[in-house]
C-alpha cells in the first residue's frame, strides 16, 4: 500500500502526517511518500521524514497512489488526477459541486472527519476533537495576550490584583479546553452551553454554570440545536449581565450543517469594561458574536462612550499550534487507516457504523446526498 | 498639596496615578490634577479620575504644582518649567546631563524608583519590583502564543503530547513570576542565577535549579554581580544543553547601572528545536541574548538546516498590561509618597535610609554624582 501526504496549501500550516506516525507505518510495510516540505510550517523537516522511512518527493504521483492523507479538502483538480478506486483521508469541508463530481469521477472513496460518528470507538480518529482541543487552549492564549490585566490573582507588595474574569460560551471539547486553560492561568471562569449535561461538566473544570434559564435540547450527533427565537432572546438576556463583567469572553458554539449561532450581540460586547477582550472561535463559520471577522480584530467602542473591546475572530485556531495539531491529527489519521487496512490491504467495510459514517464518496455513489445523516460540524 | 499627573509620552503605555489612588488622596486632602487622556491607554477614563476626585486639565502648569507622579523620565523641558524646590517620583532613567541640568536649576527634588533601597520597609514602594512582576508574567505568554506547541501536558485520545520544556536564565521577581506563570500553565521549568539564593527559591517556585558549577556572587543590593569570562565561558557551557533541550527560553538577568550580561549566544540559540520561542526581556539594555533586538522578532536559523528558533526581544513587556501596571505602580507612588508628607505638608528627611537612596537631586546638589552608593537596575 502506497499512501501520499501532499504540502498543504498556504494558508493551512498543519500536515496530515507527522515523522513519528510515518514511522510507524513503514514499519508496517507501509510506503509513505511526503511532498518536501509539507511538514515545514509544523517544524518537521524533509530529513525527520526521510529518517522515519519515507520517500521524500517534489511532488505525488496521483495516479500512483492508494491512499492521501490531508488537511484541507483536497481541490477537484487533485481528486481529478487520482487513481481509479483511490482512497483519502482528511478534513472534506462544504459539499462543493465539482469537489464532489470530481470525487464521483474517479470513484474516489473519500473520506471526511466532519462526519465521523461521535462514538467512544471512533474517539482515537476523532480529528475534529482533537483539532477543537487545540483550538480551546489557544482562544485562551489570544485572549491573555491581548488582556491589559493579570489572569492570575496577583498579591504583591504593591496591592493585590484580583483574578479576569472569563465567560465562555459553549462547551464542548474547545470550550472545556479553554475553561481548564484559563483556570490553570488563575482566571475564575463562568460557562454556558445549552446541551443539558454542560452543567455537571463546566463545574466539573473547576468554573461556574450561567444558567440561562431556557429548555436545552440536544441533537442526536450529542451537539447542541438551535434554539428557537424567543428562547435566543431569553439566553442572551440572562448572560448579558454576565458577559459585561467579564474582562474575557471566548465563545465556541457551532450548530452541525449550520451557521454559528449569533449568541452575542454588539451592544453585549460594549457593555464590556474598556480593554477588555472578546475571543469568537467561531469566526470562520459566521460568527457567534456580531461583527467578528475571521483572522482580524476588531474593536468595539464601549458604551459609555471611552475606550474599546477587542474582538478577535479567530480563523484556524489549531493551525496556530502547528506541531501539536499535526501530531493529534497525525494520530487521528493512523487509527482511521487501522480501521481500513486488513493484511496490508485496504478494506472498506461499510458494515462498520464508524465507516458507514465516516466514508462520503464511494465507488461512485455520494453517499451524504443520498442518507439522511445528520452531518458534523467543523 | 497639589499634584499633577501628566500625560505619559508615546509609546509609554501606562500612567502614574489610577483612579482608585486619586480617590485616596483627595480623600486626605491631596488636590490631584489629571491631564486628559492621561490614563487612556491603560483602559482609566477621564469621567473615573474626574469620579475620584481629580480635576482635569489639558495641560498641567508646571510652575503651580508641588509634585508631580510620572512614568517616563521628565524631559529637560518639563524639568526647566517646574515651580523651584517642586518634587518629582518617577522613573529617572540614565542621568542624561541636560535633565540633571534642569533639575539642578530649578532645585528639584527628584525621587528616582530606580534608587530605591531593596529594604523590606521599601517594599511598598517598589516600583522596579512591582514592573518586573508584570514583565515575568508577559514573558511567559509572549512565548506561549509564539509557541507551535502546548504549554501543558495534553493527553487526548489523539495521543499524549508532553509538557513544554521551560528554562528561565535571572531568577529576580520577574523570573520567578515567569517561573511561576510556566508552571501554572503546565510546563515543566528549569532556572538558574549566579546569586547564591537562587537555588532555593528556584525550587520553592516548583522549578529545577540548573547548577553552572560557577563561583556565585552577590553585589551589596541583592543582586548579581558580573562575572569574570572565565566564569562566564563555564555558565554558557553547562547551560547549552539545557537550552538546546527547551522548546522556550526566557532570560531576565540585568547587571545594576551596566548592559545586561550576554548569557546566551546565537550558537545555543541555534542548537534549539525549530518552533522554539526566546524571550529576552533585557533586550532595551543590551540584552542577554546575542542578536536580540527590543520590540522586534529575530529568526535564527537552525544549526542543522531546517527551521528556525524566534527571539523576542522585549521592549517594554509591563506597560503590555497597562491597566494592572499601572494599578501597582501607583500603589508604590502613594506609598512613597505616605514617607514624604506630614500633616499636609512635604517635608524631605534625608536621614531616612529610604529617601536618602531615592532622592537624587535635592536642593541643588546632584546626589548620585555625590555619593558612593551603588545605583538600581533598570
New interface residues.
Partial sequence: MTLAVPREPVPE?RVALVPEVVRALTRGGTRVLVERGAG?R??F???QYAEAGAELVDAVDLDAVDVVAHVSPLPAAALGRLREGALTIGMIGPPEPDRVAAALGRRITALGFERLPRTSRA??M??L??QA??AG?RCV??A??R????F?L?M????T?PPARVVVLGVGVAGLQAIA?AR???AVVQANDIRPDSAEEVRSVGATFIDVGVDRREASGGYARDLREDDAARQRAALAPHIAAADVLITTAGVPGRPAPRLVTTDMVAAM???SVVVDMAAATGGNVEGSRPGEDVLVPCA?G??AVTVVGLDSPAG?????AS???A??VK?LLGLLVRDGEIAVDLDDDILDGVVVTHDGVDRVAHRAQPPRPT
Fill in positions: 500550516t515545514a509544523a517544524t523537516s524533509d530529513a474517539q482515537a476523532d480529528a476533537s482533537s482541543f487545540v487552549y492564549l489570544e491573555a495576550v488582556l491589559p490585566r493579570f492570575p496577583a504583591t507588595a504593591a496591592g490584583v486553560t490553570r492561568l488563575g469594561r474598556p480593554g459609555d471611552f475606550g496556530a499550534l502547528a506541531a501539536d501530531s493529534m491529527y494520530q487521528n487509527a
